[in-house]
């Protein structure tokens, strides 16, 4: 968000209301069983941006610490189950869950707020493929995008 109190407020209240217009519409679609979407998965990113490499600093460039962090938000109407990363390197797949650090600290009274995962990066793994899955309460499982970094 911007700081801006007046313009990050409008954004809130404009979601706010549209979704209470369709409320009652997704009650009735939860309370039939009839949810068969998997959870949203916010765009993963990871901090550093280059675990183990270079990183920008105030007119240079500095180490970036070995330990990297991916950070997403998910949201599904039924809850969540799991939230797991999934890593793809030349050893291998494996599978970390990703920890819950509860709703983003929303400070204009989002009505939905999704909550906030981080996982670390194993160090010097190399080349590593990764993707969040997600499983809602009803067994609905989303996949986020396949992304990549290197992990020095």
Same mark, same amino acid.
């Given at each position: 968000?911007? $700081?801006?109190?007046?313009? #990050?407020? *409008?954004v809130t209240n404009a979601a /706010?209301? @549209?979704?209470?217009?369709? +409320? %009652?519409?997704? #009650?009735?679609?939860? %309370?039939?069983? +009839? ?16 675990? @183990?490499?270079?990183?920008?600093? *105030? ?8 330990? @990297? ?26 599978? !970390?869950?990703?920890?819950? /650090?509860? =709703? ?10 999704? /909550?906030?995962?981080?996982? +670390? !990066? =194993?160090? $010097?793994?190399? #080349? ?7 499983? #809602?309460? +009803?067994?609905?499982? %989303? ?10």
């Open positions: 968000w911007t $700081g801006q109190h007046i313009w #990050d407020q *409008q /706010n209301m @549209g979704y209470g217009m369709v +409320k %009652s519409e997704v #009650d009735a679609l939860l %309370s039939a069983g +009839k949810d068969r979407t998997g959870p949203t998965i916010f765009a993963p990113w990871v901090t550093p941006e280059n675990p @183990g490499g270079k990183r920008w600093g *105030q007119g240079c460039l500095l180490d970036a610490p070995r330990e @990297g962090t991916v950070h997403t938000f998910v949201h599904d109407i039924a809850g969540l189950k799991r939230v797991t990363l999934v890593l793809r390197a030349a050893t291998g797949e494996t599978r !970390l869950a990703m920890t819950d /650090n509860g =709703p983003y600290p929303s400070q204009t009274g989002a009505v939905i707020v999704a /909550n906030y995962y981080t996982a +670390k !990066l =194993p160090v $010097g793994a190399g #080349d590593v493929r990764y993707y969040i899955e997600a499983e #809602d309460g +009803k067994g609905n499982v %989303s996949r986020g995008a396949l992304e990549r970094v290197y992990l020095a």
